[in-house]
């Protein structure tokens, strides 16, 4: 079958805006896998250490039979009609291993990203799968779920890429947007080209059949003012090169990079060139910030037998060297990795190689380069053991789910060399899992987060102090791998604290329907926390977490069946976002939550208990009116303690106050509260305003009684003082 003249286009982000190895070591090769029975075109690397592939239906069988007699049924199939083979696979990366996935409809040449919630979006491909759009949710018996006519348009070599809002363009070729040898860039909000960039010095194309590849460097300084953007484009196919391939005559691929920085005012490529030319390349963003060029051929262009001179060297790219000192020769592969190869960068700083040449048919005889279903890894330099005393191991946190935007994190690690570290020359970066086929990596970024303060805690421990990107628009919500590089050498560690997930904060319906007791939402995450809890993030919530000096509600949730719950002890917010903590009440709940990132959930809180906190927390209010009406001016209002056991109070006559709760826009509430509000009440929200008689109260982060005939009564057993404060401590009935 004769390969698509569409260009590829190359896709990379400028609203996400936003080094350098010392030694001489040359990396490694491990044959992970001799065949996973199908040719790894394309490639993402899931939260759970799990690396989906696929490459096409229109192949006839495949060398992976689907499990349990399934076959798939296409009578629109170009090659087979009923196959009962797979085409896409799913690797388990630690435990080496791999299973058969089915897709229904074909999947060549298509385009993927991971949204937030985790979920691998996947979108088009060829034949009757051009307006398809396939989901696949991680977890251990998850399979793909396709949706027909997804799309509005076909979509064949289009690239996908998340927005900071959560949604993902699909498109062929946007934003920053390169093609052949020129690049645009463009406003997706207002539909329009805002600069258009120079062409690259030579002119050569470096698209689709003279495929290059690109990737956006990693994005430094991340609290500047203006974060500098540079993107590099390397390698590719000179003019006429796909034409003569057809004749037999292959020439000799391009060995130029070319960089430029689309923040400046007035860009302009820079010029380099690579020690070994490269058509079909990968470019990979290393943990450390270096990029690794691998795959690819010497000679010819992109297509079935259309390249020459396997290319089996990677080559480290070094951005922070002067030119001329930036490029680094590694070690060979044995395998040509060529048309269709695909590699992606793994937890522990590893790279996984796969796929090259798959042939119509899974061709394995009779062509020069057969298809190649085989799996490999590479191993940069410092993953070397005799860098291991200055490898660091983080220790803590253990988990990093919800981490959030412009926050500031401690991390813990442990380096061997222990006195001879340098706090400055610890940093931390996260990278953004990114969507690998022809020649490019969708959604890849790598993020500096620097390191603003590293203390010795003695025995090689350390705390290092990172802050988190600011926004959505330097690092979209979802799931990163966090890495601690010292001196270039990353933790090469497979615990949980080096994935992260950076999750927006949880909408907390409670504040403007604070008697609402049921509702929806969407689960967003559940795991197993650092204390062995299994909690639940959702999108929004009507759980009180504890907080505001009042304990939290309890109650259930719910998925698919209201009969298959998860049983919720126990609510916290951190850093605003929410996390259910309880356990699930059977095997087949647990399987429910493990599938069901993504699915509506249905929350249910517990009404008495929501009653009994609302009565004491509205009962903590009164006290603070009360003790100013009775001449106890002096008695300040403070920290409130609003569980059974105590808190500040006295005891008026009943029905005295009339206490109700308002829901008021935010610049009424602000006017009210003398005019600023708390962090928690965003601007353009509707706060809740709790209001006893005439006495405004600023919003209140607590559950409340709509009248104070609610709180039936309430006596004071004792008032205390200790280390100058003074308690009024009460009771309600219960």
């Known amino acids: 079958m004769s390969a698509p003249t569409f260009i590829f286009s190359i896709l990379l982000l400028l609203q996400f805006l936003f080094a350098s190895l010392t030694y001489a070591s040359d990396g490694s090769w491990q044959l992970l896998q001799k065949s996973i029975g199908i040719s790894a075109m394309h490639m993402q690397l899931l939260n759970n250490d799990r690396v989906i592939m696929f490459d096409r239906t229109d192949f006839g069988p495949s060398n992976l039979p689907l499990p349990g007699g399934k076959c798939r049924n296409d009578s629109t199939d ?27 409809t074909d999947v060549w040449c298509s385009s993927g990203s991971i949204m ?33 006519n997804g799309l509005a348009v076909k979509r064949w070599y289009a690239s996908n890429h998340l927005f900071p809002d959560g949604r993902q363009i699909i498109i062929g070729g946007n934003l920053f947007i390169f093609a052949n040898n020129r690049a645009i860039l463009f406003d997706y909000v207002n539909n329009k080209v805002v600069r258009n960039y120079p062409t690259i010095p030579g002119g050569e194309p470096q698209s689709y059949p003279s495929t290059g590849s690109a990737v956006l460097l990693p994005l430094k300084n991340l609290k500047a003012p203006a974060i500098q953007a540079e993107v590099l484009v390397c390698g590719g196919a000179r003019k006429g090169a796909y034409l003569q391939s057809l004749k037999g005559v292959f020439m000799k691929a391009l ?62 790219y070094r951005p922070d060297n002067a030119i001329g000192s930036r490029f680094e020769t590694q070690n060979p592969t044995t395998i040509p990795r060529m048309y269709h190869s695909t590699a992606a960068l793994l937890r522990d700083g590893r790279v996984l190689v796969g796929g090259s040449n798959p042939h119509a048919f899974y061709n394995f005889t009779g062509v020069l380069f057969p298809t190649e279903l085989s799996l490999e890894a590479f191993s940069p330099a410092y993953l070397d053991t005799k860098f291991d005393n200055l490898r660091p191991t983080i220790v803590a946190p253990k988990s990093m789910s919800g981490m959030r935007y412009g926050k500031k994190y401690t991390i813990q690690l442990m380096i061997l060399a222990g006195g001879n570290v340098d706090g400055k020359s610890i940093s931390v970066t996260m990278f953004a899992p990114a969507f690998n086929t022809h020649s490019f990596s969708m959604n890849q970024r790598l993020l500096v987060l620097g ?56 909408m907390l319906e409670y504040y403007d329907q604070m008697f609402k007791l049921q509702s929806k939402a969407t689960l967003v995450h559940y795991f197993e926390g650092e204390d062995g809890r299994k909690a ?72 008495s208990r929501r009653m009994l906190n609302s009565r004491l927390h509205s009962a903590g209010h009164l006290l603070d009116v009360c003790t100013r009406n009775v001449g106890l001016g002096l008695l300040e209002p403070g920290k409130g303690y609003h569980f059974p056991d105590g808190a500040f109070v006295c005891e008026p006559h009943p029905g005295f106050f009339q206490v109700y709760a308002a829901v008021l826009p935010y610049e009424e509430s602000a006017e009210l509260c003398g005019g600023s509000l708390p962090d928690y009440s965003s601007l353009g929200s509707n706060p809740c305003i709790i209001k006893l008689e005439d006495n405004p109260g600023c919003p209140c982060g607590g559950s409340h009684v709509s009248d104070i005939s609610e709180i039936i009564s309430m006596k004071v057993p004792r008032i205390g003082t200790k280390k100058g404060m003074t308690k009024v401590f009460y009771t309600i009935d219960i």
């Open 78 to 104: 170009t090659a087979l009609k009923v196959d009962c083979t797979a085409h896409s696979a799913e690797y388990d990366v630690f435990a080496n291993k791999f299973r058969a996935l089915m897709v229904q």
């Open 116 to 148: 937030r919630d985790g979920n691998l979006v996947q979108t088009g491909g060829f034949n009757d799968g051009d307006r398809r759009v396939r989901v696949f949710n991680p977890c251990r018996t998850c399979d793909w779920n396709e949706i027909p």
């Open 451 to 506: 390191n603003e303060k590293a203390t010795a805690l003695g025995n090689s421990t350390f705390n290092v102090e990172a802050t988190m990107p600011i926004s959505g628009n330097l690092a979209p919500s979802g799931f990163y791998l966090l890495f601690v590089v010292h001196q270039d050498i990353p933790t090469g560690n497979t615990v949980k604290g080096s994935a992260m997930e950076v999750t927006t904060p949880t």
């Open 536 to 607: 639940l993030v959702l999108d929004n919530t009507i759980f009180h977490p504890q907080g505001s000096g009042q304990p939290s509600d309890t109650g259930f949730v719910s998925v698919t069946n209201p009969n298959l719950r998860f049983c919720v002890q126990d609510v916290r917010s951190k850093d605003g976002v929410v996390f259910h903590y309880g356990v699930p009440e059977d095997s087949t709940m647990e399987n429910e939550l493990e599938q069901g990132q993504g699915k509506e959930v249905i929350l249910q809180v517990d009404e």
């Open 255 to 316: 060995d130029t990079c070319a960089r430029i920085t689309i923040t400046d005012p007035n860009p302009q490529w820079v010029m380099e060139t690579m020690p070994l030319a490269r058509v079909m390349g990968d470019m990979i963003l290393l943990p450390n910030g270096n990029v690794l060029l691998i795959n690819g051929a010497g000679s010819g262009s992109a297509g079935w037998e259309q390249g020459r001179n396997p290319v089996l060297s990677p080559v480290l």
